[in-house]
């Protein structure tokens, strides 16, 4: 039988609050209505999900700092104990404020108590076998290649989602993209994920295939290019480079794309460390996130039969750029 992967979601839980919807609607008014969010409750919430579906899949453990407003959201799993190992509470939770502009369509972000840098000591890690670790910013808290210098010594395989890197805090509490490229932590992670938007501030050109070559010459392996309604380009180097066109799975109306990056970075980890297949991991990654954007966050329903066909479909289409 094989043997469950030990996944670590390392990062920031947030409590974030959408004020419109595409069209300007008003979506919330009371300020005091938060959700939960932040990359770790995202691969915590989905990953306890499909592991009651997938023999082979064990929910992640969320390794993660959050205020106690976002923990008690989060305590309200019925399996909480599961998911949440090891939660540092501070006082403060950072807070994003998501806007969706009506014309066009671009998810605006604002942020209020950005979080301290990720400190590796807080934690109590013990660990029969070198966990998986996947890593995701919300804002500079893994900017020191030194974090990821200890997680190479401590962690089996390291994904990286440097979305936190790339923002930059206005004097309005406005976020705005910002150029990024840390050569010391590349060298120390094996899996990175960027938007397409995120890939062009770089320093590598515009080219989103070429973006991706010039990344896997670094010694990542694998490079995950997220392209929203276009699918996304995944590049794999083992040794030689192959750079493949994944395509989107586009059925249902999209209903909140917030956290469809992490879960779809936490479900494409999972899969390829268990079956070693990226293709077949991508494919699955990408089904799975089409279910999460087509229903309400958290309330998702999911049965194994619609992931697979979905997977089996997507797979299909999988193609290979001409070098």
Not at 1 to 15: D, F, H, N, Y
Not at 60 to 75: D, I
Not at 226 to 234: D, E, V, Y
Request: hydrophobic content about 40%; overall charge positive; proline content about 6%.
């Amino acid at each position: 039988m094989r043997k469950k992967v030990i996944t670590l979601a390392l990062g920031q839980m947030v409590l974030d609050n959408v004020i419109h919807d595409r069209q300007g609607t008003p979506l919330i008014k009371d300020q005091n209505n938060l959700f939960l969010g932040g990359p770790p409750s995202f691969a915590g919430i989905i990953g306890l999900i499909l592991s009651k579906m997938f023999p082979w899949m064990a929910p992640p453990l969320v390794y993660a700092y959050g205020c106690p407003k976002a923990v008690s959201l989060l305590k309200k799993l019925p399996d909480y104990d599961l998911v949440s190992k090891n939660l540092m509470i501070q006082s403060k939770c950072p807070q994003f404020r998501l806007e969706y502009s009506s014309d066009e369509n671009e998810r605006m972000l604002s942020l209020r108590n950005p979080p301290l840098r990720f400190n590796l000591a807080d934690f109590n890690w013990k660990f029969v076998n070198p966990p998986v670790a996947i890593v995701s910013s919300v804002y500079h808290e893994f900017s020191n290649y030194k974090i990821f210098s200890s997680l190479r010594n401590r962690c089996s395989y390291i994904a990286f989602d440097p979305q936190g890197c790339f923002r930059q805090l206005t004097a309005t509490g406005k976020i705005k993209l910002r150029k990024w490229w840390d050569s010391e932590i590349m060298k120390n992670i094996d899996c990175i994920k960027v938007s397409e938007t995120e890939a062009k501030f770089l320093k590598l050109g515009t080219h989103p295939v070429k973006i991706v070559t010039r990344i896997l010459k670094t010694p990542v392996t694998s490079v995950l290019l997220t392209r929203g309604k276009n699918g996304a380009i995944l590049g794999v180097k083992n040794p030689n480079i192959h750079i493949y066109d994944v395509p989107a799975f586009t059925k249902g109306t999209i209903v909140d794309e917030t956290g469809a990056g992490d879960v779809f970075l936490f479900t494409f980890v999972t899969h390829f460390q268990t079956f070693a297949n990226e293709l077949d991991a991508i494919a699955f990654a990408t089904s799975v996130t089409s279910l999460f954007l087509e229903q309400e966050r958290f309330m998702v329903s999911f049965t194994e039969e619609t992931i697979s066909s979905r997977q089996d479909k997507i797979r299909s289409k999988i193609i290979e750029f001409l070098k």
